[in-house]
């Protein structure tokens, strides 16, 4: 019933910028906090950012200042808007949400900044 479907990815080179989404459905988003996570190829999964019901958000020591993420309550959609990309940024991003005490992932979206 929950889905969480995220868009966005792509390849980038250094001091670029992308806009990621995370469309979600089967729940009162609006309700809930909303995280991006990411993976990089062998290491674990790590918190980017995350952002509560009413907007507050909270980010990584990594990316804070260069990434800003943002939610449209009405239209069901967390983004995470990635600017001045570095090639360690480069990862599967994951839209998370942690609904009546499961956590729901998307799919991820694959961000490589390369030059």
């Known amino acids: 019933q929950v889905q969480l479907v995220e868009s966005g990815g792509g390849l980038v080179q250094p001091g670029g910028s992308l806009r990621l989404s995370c469309a979600a459905s089967?729940?009162?988003?609006?309700?809930?906090?909303m995280s991006w996570y990411r993976q990089a190829p062998g290491k674990e999964r790590e918190l980017v950012a995350t952002?509560?019901?009413?907007?507050?958000?909270k980010y990584a020591d990594s990316v804070k200042d260069r990434f800003t993420v943002s939610r449209d309550n009405a239209k069901n959609t967390v983004y995470l808007q990635m600017n001045s990309l570095k090639p360690e940024d480069t990862a599967v991003y994951y839209c998370?949400?942690?609904?009546?005490?499961?956590?729901?992932w998307g799919q991820g979206t694959q961000v490589t900044v390369s030059s």
């Open positions: 089967g729940f009162t988003f609006s309700r809930y906090v």
């Open positions: 998370n949400a942690l609904v009546l005490f499961k956590e729901y």
């Open positions: 952002i509560t019901s009413i907007g507050g958000s």
